[in-house]
């Protein structure tokens, strides 16, 4: 995978979620993980498919959820609902569709987004058969958030 | 129910039996129930997205042991290899039997609803307690087949 798209992603990322009020106070180190991901409980998955095809998954603990969906609404949530996963649904819409932007505009790279599905599970593994997924933890005021990339040309 | 879809979910048993089939003999459907795949065991989910004209996602689910017992059936009869446990080789077959049903649900959707329709690559989600779709914008229809090695859930969501 060429490093270069992982960049409108991270970007993205901040950007939106400062919007919300909330920070990236630390970007972890990068990491590969060979077509094998462990979920830390609640993961938006969204597939790319245009002149890069793969998967971003947005992978964060069911309290980083919480605490993302209580800035993002203004108010505290306390368990997982249907304004829960819809709003880190949105998040990862926001920030899929921005680093879609990103990519098109500076390096002509064109793609679509597929709808979110949102993954729960504190034993989930993700994996698919042929591409390896770049891990970029963040870590924010809300908690870590991994963003993680599978993607070929 | 989306209207168009229902035609196409009610092939699917069809569709799957035609891929068991090709792997191996000891594999039927026994029976359908028009109710979502429960998740109440250690679960593995093969999720693909169609996109195209018609875009949505299906996933198949199973539970362990039907997983274990429907790649030993193929695994025996195709290779003479007995499986016994979630490893590679179980979960490499059960990702090519999801792949040619799903393969066959996308090219219904492209004859019968007259929309492009192709597969990203897969996923294989394991152990997940629950798949959600975007409740903004889609709808999930599921069915649960009863096989002989076990039941296998059936969920698009579009």
Same mark, same amino acid.
């Given at each position: 995978m060429n490093i270069q798209y992982l960049n409108p992603f991270i970007q993205g990322f901040c950007e939106i979620l400062a919007e919300f009020g +909330? #920070? +990236?106070?630390k970007r972890g180190q990068l990491s590969i993980a060979s077509n094998l991901i462990k979920s830390d409980g609640f993961a938006v998955l969204i597939g790319i498919n245009g002149q890069i095809k793969g998967n971003v998954i947005y992978d964060m603990s069911r309290q980083t959820a919480l605490d993302l969906a209580s800035k993002m609404y203004g108010t505290e949530m306390k368990e997982i609902t249907e304004e829960v996963t819809d709003s880190i649904s949105e998040l990862g819409n926001m920030v899929s569709g921005k680093a879609s932007g990103t990519l098109h505009s500076e390096l002509d790279i064109f793609f679509n987004i597929t709808p979110p599905n949102i993954v729960f599970g504190e034993q989930t593994i993700v994996t698919n058969s042929t591409i390896d997924f770049i891990v970029i933890p963040l870590d924010t005021n809300c908690g870590r958030v991994k963003i993680n990339l599978a993607i070929k040309e | 129910m989306n209207n168009d879809l229902k035609p196409i979910l009610n092939m699917i048993p069809q569709l799957a039996e035609g891929v068991f089939s090709d792997y191996s003999q000891e594999i039927r459907i026994i029976s359908r129930k028009? +109710? #979502?795949?429960? #998740?109440n065991q250690p679960i593995i989910s093969f999720l693909v997205h169609f996109f195209g004209e018609f875009s949505g996602v299906i996933i198949l689910s199973i539970g362990e042991n039907s997983l274990v017992r429907l790649a030993n059936s193929i695994a025996t009869d195709k290779f003479d290899i007995k499986i016994n446990e979630v490893q590679g080789l179980a979960t490499s077959i059960f990702s090519e039997i999801c792949n040619n049903i799903a393969g066959r649900v996308a090219a219904q959707i492209s004859s019968q609803l007259k929309k492009t329709c192709n597969l990203l690559s897969p996923l294989l989600i394991y152990y997940a307690t629950d798949i959600l779709p975007d409740s903004e914008s889609a709808s999930a229809y599921g069915i649960t087949l009863t096989t002989t090695q076990g039941d296998i859930g059936v969920r698009i969501i579009c």
């Open positions: +909330v #920070i +990236v106070e | 028009n +109710v #979502i795949y429960p #998740i």
